[in-house]
């Protein structure tokens, strides 16, 4: 229907591809010298990226210097006007002056004349003045030959600086001009509105009109003429701002770079069909034109071929956990056709990738694959998928997971899931290494952890009740998805009811589960939420949001929630419900976290919640996410003290380590865990700045195991010491004469 349209366009003999001819008489500039032609610093239906949505560039910018006056091109009476930040504006019948301060003695109904009224000065910082010929909706290009702005001088044709090739509708590109199938043609152009030298906003406007043909390799036929002889845009009218991304490039275009996509029309999306052509060599002609009749033409050689250029989709990983001789990685099949296989990358980093194994040894029909290895630290994974073509097309990759590999110090093990789908909003790209964060900050804190999607845990391949504690993130998810749907609420309280550890994370979680917030919301969502999560919906908090905690908190420690790595446009507030402890406090005083500590759902085992209204991963401040979870797993696995039995644990430590101390900074006391896989003279001892000996916390022999110790603040005296940086050394000797040392910094603050 697109090509008919354009081909009985052709045949009415109208040259106009956007719009009516609509005839439109000539007049003068708006600003002085009003009958010379002025330079151009923004042309009619350029690309404009500077608000949300992108659009069309709606009139023609003419520079002057900030404060100069603008007069109207024609008499008539003033319809609007607005003095309104940096778009203040008067509007004159159907033409509207931007970027002007209006003069004060202007208002509605007040009569103007041409070149002698002052309609307004130029704002401070714009330079120029917008002029729009023509009502919102049916904009009309200003510099049409015999129309419009007069007089008007070009002597400048435009420049087309590439021409590209991408599989139709989308951003995957064609290498080496090799193409098959629908094609899409991307040509970037700037036009010149002035002479070389001139400003770079004059040389790199948008272009008036495009078309291109396909042509024999030695360019002598052409093989291939779109409708409209070639033409596809001819810029005489503004098009629908909803059909910007069509006519640009979105990806490649901005304000000051225009990059038309030639084979779609205003009418929508549209292609070569390289297909149609027998495989062979040929020339792609573009031409582009401005308004006055100068115009460049550029020739680009391709090669149409069957092969076969898609890539599969993206594969989807299930989970990464640790098992007893190393490591198993697990995948839901990918349903392409021509798949081969896979391709699995492992990093140290989540820099620097390498390819542990690829589809020759991970087959379409495989979904999982082992790696007997103890390589004693946490390893990430991501996945790709293959397919059979002749030159082998590589999906993009999976989202990155994480485990930790023979590297913990307490025996307790850590999942976290990942439920945290949505692309639609604040995070928008394919995938995510959120995993990967928080991976990082257990294990800092001395915890092993797995990773698992949310769709492997509710497809029972993943099983909760296998992890001592679950820290479960959702993300942005909730404006336009499901947080936690009823499958994962049974999960979930068959856990908590079982005497498990849950820290739930993210920014609309209870926004989605109460009726309050979402009318989809169902009875059973909110009293899951109340009886599990312990919270009530109260607010939407706008983020960034500051956080402070209260007494008795797991938090002990003020920090930010940011925008990186993505900005979501709300955090909860909550209210705390059916005995949550009230934890941290957003500016506006609704609660941010939420714990419990106690019995779910009937049962008389003793289980430990924590709800935070905000995601994990949006924790700032200089290792503040670090310091949370420290927090949160604090909570949850306390240690009662130095004399506790440390053989009464599942395992003993594999390595000396040194954790930080909790909280930090502190007041009044801080605690500090150690843990020694063999027995060993042990010292733990306070120094100040100054390097004086400040406290001797511990100087005996211990048997292998995890400790907690605390320090008070008081010196040997018993005196309490003053605010500062204080260092805890600690020394670990063991009988085979291996000496442990390492040393961390304290901060009091009083």
């Known amino acids: 229907m697109k090509r008919l349209a354009l081909t009985i366009i052709a045949l009415l003999g109208i040259s106009v ?32 990226d500077t608000s949300n949505p992108e659009h069309f560039h709606n009139g023609t910018d003419i520079p002057k210097a900030d404060g100069s006056p603008v ?93 590209h090739f991408y599989q139709n509708n989308t951003t995957v590109p064609f290498n080496n001009n090799t193409v098959s199938g629908l094609v899409d043609i991307v040509v970037k152009v700037d036009e010149a509105n002035g002479p070389p030298g001139s400003p770079t ?20 036929t052409v093989v291939y003429l779109p409708p409209a ?31 038309y996509q030639v084979t779609n029309t205003v009418f929508g999306d549209d292609f070569w069909n390289a297909a149609a052509l027998p495989d062979s060599d040929y020339v792609v002609m573009v031409w582009a034109g401005d308004t006055h009749g100068n115009r460049d033409t550029l020739y680009q050689a391709v090669t149409t071929t069957e092969a076969d250029l898609v890539p599969p989709e993206a594969p989807r ?79 993009a990759f999976s989202d990155v997971y994480a485990m930790s590999n023979g590297s913990f110090r307490y025996p307790e093990k850590v999942l976290i899931v990942d439920d945290f ?21 257990i294990l800092a804190t001395g915890f092993s952890y797995d990773v698992a999607a949310n769709d492997a845990v509710v497809d029972s391949l993943v099983l909760l009740a296998d992890y001592d504690a679950v820290i479960w993130f959702t993300g942005d998810e909730g404006p336009d998805g499901v947080t936690i749907d009823s499958l994962e609420q049974d999960l979930i309280e068959t856990y908590l009811q079982g005497g498990g550890n849950l820290c739930i994370s993210g920014t609309r979680i209870a926004w989605d589960l109460d009726p309050e917030g979402n009318i989809y919301a169902t009875p059973s969502d909110e009293a899951f939420l109340h009886d599990f999560l312990k919270v009530d919906f109260a607010t939407l908090v706008e983020s960034p949001a500051a956080v402070a905690y209260t007494p008795d908190s797991f938090f002990m420690w003020e920090f930010t929630i940011t925008d990186l790595p993505y900005a979501p446009d709300s955090l909860n507030g909550v209210t705390p419900w059916n005995g949550g402890h009230e934890d941290a406090l957003f500016l506006n005083d609704s609660s941010a976290a939420v714990s ?15 709800f935070l209204g905000f995601p994990l991963e949006l924790v700032d401040d200089a290792g503040g996410g670090q310091y949370t979870m420290e927090g949160v797993l604090n909570y949850f696995f306390l240690f009662t003290g130095i004399e506790d039995d440390p053989t009464a644990n599942s395992g003993l430590p594999r390595e000396f380590s040194l954790s930080r101390n909790f909280p930090n900074p502190f007041n009044p006391s801080t605690s500090v865990r150690f843990a020694l896989p063999l027995p060993s003279e042990v010292n733990l001892t306070i120094f100040n700045a100054l390097g004086q000996r400040v406290k001797t916390l511990m100087n005996e022999r211990r048997a292998a195991g995890s400790y907690t110790v605390q320090w008070d603040g008081h010196n040997e005296a018993g005196l309490a010491v003053p605010s500062g940086v204080y260092f805890l050394k600690m020394t670990a000797r063991e009988g085979s004469g291996f000496t442990f040392e390492q040393m961390q910094k304290l901060l009091l603050i009083k």
């Open 71 to 163: 007069y109207p091109v024609k008499n008539g009476t003033v319809v609007s006007l607005s003095d309104v930040g940096s778009s203040a504006y008067v509007r004159v019948d159907d033409i509207a002056y931007v970027h002007i301060m209006p003069n004060p003695a202007l208002t509605v109904g007040s009569s103007v004349t041409a070149q002698q009224t002052v309609l307004g000065t130029i704002l401070p910082g714009q330079g120029h003045v917008h002029f729009t010929n023509g009502y919102v909706g049916s904009e009309r290009n200003s510099l049409l030959p015999g129309s419009g702005l007069t007089p008007y001088v070009d002597d400048w044709k435009p420049t087309i600086r590439y021409i």
């Open 596 to 610: 419990y500590s106690g019995q779910f759902g009937g049962s008389n085992l003793t289980a430990k919640m924590i």
């Open 421 to 441: 789908e949505r692309t639609s909003g604040a995070w928008n790209l394919p995938s995510h290494d959120l995993a990967v964060g928080y991976g990082q900050d």
């Open 17 to 48: 591809l956007c719009g009516e001819t609509l005839a439109q008489t000539s007049f003068p500039w708006p600003v002085t010298p009003f009958n010379s032609s002025q330079l151009i610093t923004g042309s009619f239906c350029e690309y404009r």
């Open 201 to 220: 906003s004059v040389l790199n406007n948008g272009i008036y009109e495009i078309g291109y043909k396909i042509l024999s390799a030695d360019t002598q």
């Open 317 to 395: 990983l299930k989970y990464v956990r640790e098992t007893p001789t190393g490591m198993e990685v697990a995948w839901y099949p990918n349903s392409d056709p021509d798949l081969t296989g896979y391709r699995l990358y492992f990093s140290f980093d989540n820099r620097v990738w390498n390819l542990f194994g690829d589809e020759n040894e991970l087959k379409a029909s495989a979904s999982d694959t082992t790696i007997n290895q103890i390589l004693r630290r946490d390893v990430y994974f991501r996945l790709s998928a293959v397919d059979d073509a002749p030159l082998p097309n590589e999906s």
């Open 229 to 259: 002889d070639g033409w596809r845009y001819r810029f005489n009218t503004k098009p629908s701002n909803g059909v910007v991304n069509t006519v640009f490039f979105g990806s490649l275009s901005s304000t000051t770079s225009h990059v």
